[in-house]
């Protein structure tokens, strides 16, 4: 078995989480990545739908946006992005969407406004965009992000994209479509949420990490799951499919 970057078990991982038949809406960068490859390998009916109004596309490259003109090549259906959210997103149609940010806290929201007050930010940050209406409306949100104690915080500094609010009672009353936070795919571990409580558990470790690693940089007591278990090694297989979907390492490097 080969050497890999953590982004490249980031992103292997990820794909493991998709099932084929699933609708999902994907960003640009790793999570097209991680779409990319689960349909190459494990999942050829995943549906890929773009923020841009592109559903069921089968790009020939890498696109470097979600306007980039190899989405609409091979699509199953084009359309404009008021109808793309209206229809399908807010429609409930949507299984799976990937969210990233520059904070996440315990129960999976979300900031990518602000870091510090809102009115005297120490960082503006570009906002939500299609977001929190991702978070809002997909049966399942995944984010991949870097194990770092300034993206994982107690309380984030402005909630952007709702996870599990502040727990799951009362998550339930904002009577929201989605279903909320699936897991947080970080370079240490899987996290997954408690079913009852809606707080992020860890559920597999990977390879070489340790849960003292994963205290080490998460700012709360971490909870662990009953079975916890160790993320499969990426296999041989798995590492050459993705490589060859970004033969120039425009996401990998």
Known sequence: ??????????VIVAARELRDGESVLVGVGVPNLAANLARKLHAPNLLMVYESGTIGSNPS??????GDPCL????????????QFAYYLQGGR????????????????????????????????PGSGGACDIASNVKKIIVITPHEKRRF?????????????????????LKLQGGGPYAVITNLCTFKFDEVTGEMTVASL???????????????????????ERTLTPKQEEIEALRALDPERIYLR
């Open 1 to 10: 078995m080969g050497e890999f970057s953590s982004t490249e078990l980031m």
């Open 61 to 66: 490259r890498m696109p470097l946006s979600i």
């Open 72 to 83: 609409v090549s091979g699509a199953k259906s084009v359309c404009s992005m008021f109808e």
């Open 94 to 125: 949507i299984d799976v969407g990937f969210l990233g940010g520059a904070q996440i806290d315990k129960y999976g929201n979300i900031n990518s406004t602000v870091i510090g007050d809102y009115k005297a930010p120490k960082v503006r940050l």
């Open 153 to 173: 915080v107690e309380r984030v500094d402005f909630l952007t994209s709702p996870g599990f609010a502040d727990g799951k009672d009362n998550w339930r009353k």
């Open 206 to 228: 990977h390879e070489d990490a340790t849960l003292e690693q994963v205290q080490e940089n998460t700012p709360w007591e971490v909870k662990v799951a009953d079975k916890l």
